[in-house]
């Protein structure tokens, strides 16, 4: 039915980020992958070379120290859900990503709105 783990997708993709390379990052994702960011469609993200350049940037502005670690995340079929938690310089929050895979490839991610923890995260 599948040609491969959904969460294998979102990992390998969730190393790019860790590693700060935008190209593999959005390699991950389909050419006419959708991201969407905040809960009222603040900022939408069409394909992959839009996907690739909105990151680019982000990687080029974000803190050098942070971490990025999977807080908890659920799977069904062709959907992963990841609670996301980023810590480091003067940067501490969360937010929930909900991931959809088929292909192998990340077809639809819709990044829930961001919960800034300011000193840190709550347990």
Request: glycine residues 6%.
């Given at each position: 039915?599948?040609?491969?783990?959904?969460?294998?997708?979102?990992?390998?993709?969730?190393?790019?980020?860790?590693?700060?390379?935008?190209?593999?990052?959005?390699?991950?994702?389909?050419?006419?992958?959708?991201?969407?960011m905040?809960?009222?469609?603040?900022?939408?993200?069409?394909?992959?070379?839009?996907?690739?350049?909105?990151?680019?940037?982000?990687?080029?502005?974000?803190?050098?120290?942070?971490?990025?670690?999977?807080?908890?995340?659920?799977?069904?079929?062709?959907?992963?859900?990841?609670?996301?938690?980023?810590?480091?310089?003067?940067?501490?929050?969360?937010?929930?990503?909900?991931?959809?895979?088929?292909?192998?490839?990340?077809?639809?991610?819709?990044?829930?709105?961001?919960?800034d923890?300011?000193?840190?995260?709550?347990?």
């Amino acid at each position: 039915m599948f040609d491969c783990l959904a969460m294998e997708v979102v990992d390998a993709q969730v190393e790019a980020w860790r590693a700060r390379d935008a190209a593999a990052f959005a390699s991950h994702y389909a050419p006419d992958a959708v991201v969407v960011m905040g809960s009222n469609e603040d900022e939408v993200l069409i394909g992959r070379e839009a996907i690739q350049d909105f990151y680019g940037n982000a990687f080029l502005e974000m803190p050098a120290q942070i971490e990025l670690t999977i807080s908890n995340r659920i799977t069904s079929g062709e959907y992963v859900i990841d609670e996301e938690a980023l810590v480091g310089d003067q940067v501490a929050g969360e937010a929930v990503v909900i991931y959809q895979v088929r292909s192998c490839q990340i077809v639809r991610a819709e990044i829930l709105p961001w919960v800034d923890h300011g000193e840190g995260i709550a347990e």
